[in-house]
Nanobody
Framework: QVQLAESGGGLVQAGESLRLSCAAS????????MGWFRQAPGKERELLAA????????YYADSVKGRFTISRDNARNTVYLQINSLKPEDTAVYYC?????????????????WGQGTQVTVSS
């Protein structure tokens, strides 16, 4: 059983940057593929980025390519999401997720464990 805890969200102005962190405990972190999702009010949860167990493979949704960067530190059991040039439409709750399949997961169904989420609010 893996527990995930996101941090790093907050209220920021448009154009600023944030780095979200997701700390894992209770499992062998390096076995899991990891993903970052977000969900805005009234919208479905969407995949933003995914990373394989080693960090050697990554995936980005077209909507965030060039602004978001996913990375992981297996020694620290942590996955990160760097978000640059924030926009008001990035406002959402951001979730990290872990999948027992250690490769890239593209849908919510491919992830087995979820964090509670961290709120990101971007003001214009």
């Amino acid at each position: 059983q893996v527990q995930l805890a996101e941090s790093g969200g907050g209220l920021v102005q448009a154009g600023e940057s944030l780095r979200l962190s997701c700390a894992a405990s209770g499992g062998i972190f390096s076995k899991y593929g990891m993903g970052w999702f977000r969900q805005a009010p009234g919208k479905e949860r969407e995949l933003l980025a995914a990373i394989s167990w080693s960090g050697g493979s990554t995936y980005y949704a077209d909507s965030v390519k060039g602004r978001f960067t996913i990375s992981r530190d297996n020694a620290r059991n942590t996955v990160y999401l760097q978000i640059n040039s924030l926009k008001p439409e990035d406002t959402a709750v951001y979730y990290c997720a872990a999948g027992l399949d250690s490769t890239l997961g593209y849908t919510t169904y491919e992830y087995d464990y979820w964090g509670q989420g961290t709120q990101v609010t971007v003001s214009s």
